[in-house]
């Protein structure tokens, strides 16, 4: 069993910058899992932001290439999403997720833990 619990979302003008967190706490250190991180905004799927693996190795969407880093800090067991250059397209809720194994497709019904959530919303 894995706990995760998300901290770091708000509101923000557009160009500007959020440092998502998310703690993970119980069985296993996020060392051991597929950490992602997935948004939802009203009216929308669930899609996939980013994610990286037991290897460090990381993935993103297009839409958020270039602009957000996902990192891992094993030590202290806990996921991160820096989300530079934010655009309003970018607000939703936004959900750290694990599922063990690799991350393969990592669509958002393959992933066993997810956290409560925190809110993310850009203004122009």
């Known amino acids: 069993q894995v706990q995760l619990v998300e901290s770091g979302g708000g509101s923000v003008q557009a160009g500007g910058s959020l440092r998502l967190s998310c703690a993970a706490s119980?069985?296993?250190?996020?060392?051991?899992?597929?950490m992602a991180w997935f948004r939802q905004a009203p009216g929308k799927e669930r899609e996939g932001v980013a994610n990286?693996?037991?290897?460090?190795?990381?993935t993103y969407a297009d839409s958020v290439t270039g602009r957000f880093i996902i990192s891992k800090d094993i030590a202290k067991n806990t996921l991160s999403l820096q989300m530079n250059s934010l655009k309003p397209e970018d607000t939703a809720m936004y959900y750290c997720?694990?599922?063990?194994?690799?991350?393969?497709?990592?669509?958002?019904?393959?992933?066993?833990?997810w956290g409560q959530g925190t809110q993310v919303t850009v203004s122009s």
């Open positions: 119980g069985d296993s250190n996020v060392n051991y899992y597929c």
């Open positions: 990286i693996d037991r290897y460090s190795i990381t």
């Open positions: 997720a694990a599922k063990w194994g690799v991350c393969g497709a990592w669509r958002p019904d393959e992933f066993n833990y």
